[in-house]
Structures are given as structure tokens and as C-alpha cells.
């Protein structure tokens, strides 16, 4: 079936408007960062310090299991109900919103490290790839035409076009309960190494690890970035098959947003769980370690 390309009124019910503020966008971006450092001259409670994991790493899971393998690449199906409460908790990790996220990621892997046309590759500076681009103006306007399968949920082009609302509610909700130190901690610095984490598959995964697979770019295997984000850090085998929910191919290799999907399976919440077939798994040409 044919999906419909998303209509002007789609495209405007869905483009933040947040976007087109010169350089407010910019200037949050860089105060989170300020705020996350003031928090390391705030002593922090046993509470405190496990509300910052928390927010940490059920975030993670926000972008590995939804913002990454649902709505980029659909490599599960879900409810349209549950899809709404992954948007939901993506837009949690201050990284804009689901369309856009999709969007971007979806240019990434067709533009694979092609320098200037891939939106962050090292092959245009580590910094740009890590967090450089981020600030980039080619890169803020949602790119519509990547996502016209997701732009005809009009729940998603609202939470596309106000993306900043649900982490501002959750930053209100945690000093209403716990003051500044559970914000400082709790939100501001889980957000910001959230992001950084994050980060890491587009610099770091493309530039350190191990080549299973020849891909015609520089996705690299690494277990230390894998443990960091959940199983993201199997970043050759995911370039290498896409379609696959699971991105550690083989049973040693470490992927918990694999694990808690199948779990998820395992409810109802989500089915249809994509596998890498047999045939994707072996390599075509063994590659030796990077330096």
C-alpha cells in the first residue's frame, strides 16, 4: 500500500516553532549544560542519585527502543497507543521530537558518512559528528519527507511541534517533589549525559571498535558503547541489517533494549519483533581492528 505524502497542513501542524527562534534553541541547549555542571556542587541524597539513573536509563531506552528502532527503522510493531507513550517518553530526552528524530536518523544511514550530505559523520570532525551538528541550521527544520509514514498521526505531529512541553512538565514535577538538588541532578545532569551517551554512536561508534561486516562506511562494533547505550554500541551490525530489532547479532553481545522489547513481547505491548535472517550474519569480508 501506498503511504500519503504529509500535507502542507501536516507539515505545519507538525514543524515546531521552537525551531525558528533565532538562537533561543542554542542558548537552552548550552544553559542545560551550565545547569548539569552546577549539580556537581550539590550534594545529592541515596534518592536523589537513584532518580538520576533512573531518569538516565529509562530515558535511554526512550531513544534506543523507541526513537531508534520503532520509528526510525519499524523493526517491531505496537499499538497506536503505545506508540504515543514511546513518542511521549522520547520527547522526555530533550532530543526534539519523534519525526524529527526519525527523520534525521533515516537521512544518516541513506547518506552514510558522505561527507556534508550525512548529518554527522567524523569524516566532517568529531566535534561536528558528536555534538556539533546538533547546532547546525541545515539540520533543524523536521525533514518531512523521510517520515510520510508517521506524519498522518496527527498525536505525532503534536508532540513534533511541541516537543519542549513534556520535559519542561517532568523538570517542574521533579522540584516540585524534590527542590533543586533532585532538579539539578535528576533532570539536568542525567539530561546532559544522556545526550552525550547518545552522542557516542555518531562519533565514537564510527571511529573505535571492530568490523564484522563491510559496510561502505565506518560503523564499527564496541562493547564498552553498547553497555553505555543499551546495545547500541553493536553499531557495524546494525548498519550492516537495519531491518533488525536486535542489533547484538549474536548471543554474547550485550543488548538490553533487545531484551526489554522482547519482554514487552512477551505482554502484548509489541509483536511482529524483526530478526536478522541467517544469511545477514555472515560476514562478507573480516575487517581488523581499528587502531
Known amino acids: 500500500?501506498?503511504?500519503?505524502?504529509?500535507?502542507?497542513?501536516?507539515?505545519?501542524?507538525?514543524?515546531?516553532?521552537?525551531?525558528?527562534?533565532?538562537?533561543?534553541?542554542?542558548?537552552?541547549?548550552?544553559?542545560?549544560?551550565?545547569?548539569?555542571?552546577?549539580?556537581?556542587?550539590?550534594?545529592?541524597?541515596?534518592?536523589?542519585?537513584?532518580?538520576?539513573?533512573?531518569?538516565?536509563?529509562?530515558?535511554?531506552?526512550?531513544?534506543?527502543?523507541?526513537?531508534?528502532?520503532?520509528?526510525?527503522?519499524?523493526?517491531?510493531?505496537?499499538?497506536?497507543?503505545?506508540?504515543?507513550?514511546?513518542?511521549l517518553l522520547g520527547t522526555t530526552c530533550v532530543q526534539k521530537g519523534p519525526l524529527?528524530?526519525?527523520?534525521?536518523?533515516?537521512?544518516?544511514?541513506?547518506?552514510?558518512?558522505?561527507?556534508?550530505?550525512?548529518?554527522?559523520?567524523?569524516?566532517?570532525?568529531?566535534?561536528?559528528?558528536?555534538?556539533?551538528?546538533?547546532q547546525d541550521p541545515r539540520w533543524e527544520p523536521t525533514p518531512f519527507r523521510e517520515i510520510k509514514d508517521l506524519t498522518r498521526y496527527p498525536e505525532l505531529r503534536w508532540l513534533n511541534r511541541w516537543h519542549f512541553v513534556p520535559p519542561a512538565v517532568v523538570g517542574v514535577t521533579i522540584y516540585a517533589l524534590g527542590g533543586w538538588p533532585a532538579l539539578a541532578w535528576g533532570f539536568f545532569l542525567s539530561t546532559v549525559v544522556l545526550w552525550h551517551s547518545t552522542y557516542t554512536i555518531n562519533s565514537l561508534s564510527h571511529l573505535f571498535g571492530s568490523r564484522r561486516y563491510e559496510t561502505g562506511d565506518t560503523s564499527r562494533n564496541n562493547p564498552w558503547l553498547a553497555i553505555l547505550t543499551l546495545g547500541e554500541g553493536w553499531h557495524n551490525n546494525h548498519h550492516h541489517y537495519m531491518a533488525s530489532c536486535r542489533?547484538?547479532?549474536?548471543?554474547?553481545?550485550?543488548?538490553?533494549?533487545?531484551?526489554?522489547?522482547?519482554?514487552?513481547?512477551?505482554v502484548g505491548l509489541v509483536w511482529d519483533i524483526r530478526e536478522p535472517p541467517a544469511s545477514a550474519l555472515e560476514p562478507r569480508q573480516e575487517l581488523p581492528e581499528a587502531a
Open 1 to 87: 500500500m501506498t503511504t500519503p505524502s504529509a500535507s502542507p497542513r501536516e507539515t505545519l501542524d507538525a514543524e515546531s516553532f521552537y525551531s525558528k527562534l533565532s538562537h533561543l534553541p542554542t542558548l537552552i541547549y548550552w544553559g542545560i549544560h551550565g545547569l548539569a555542571l552546577m549539580a556537581l556542587f550539590t550534594k545529592p541524597s541515596a534518592g536523589i542519585l537513584a532518580l538520576a539513573l533512573a531518569m538516565f536509563w529509562v530515558r535511554m531506552f526512550a531513544i534506543t527502543g523507541g526513537y531508534h528502532r520503532y520509528f526510525s527503522h519499524k523493526t517491531y510493531k505496537t499499538s497506536r497507543a503505545f506508540q504515543f507513550v514511546l513518542a
Open 100 to 134: 524529527w528524530w526519525a527523520g534525521i536518523h533515516r537521512i544518516h544511514h541513506r547518506e552514510s558518512d558522505v561527507p556534508g550530505k550525512d548529518p554527522h559523520s567524523p569524516k566532517d570532525g568529531f566535534w561536528y559528528s558528536h555534538a556539533g551538528w546538533v
Open 247 to 266: 542489533n547484538g547479532f549474536f548471543w554474547w553481545e550485550w543488548d538490553p533494549t533487545y531484551y526489554v522489547l522482547r519482554l514487552l513481547g512477551a
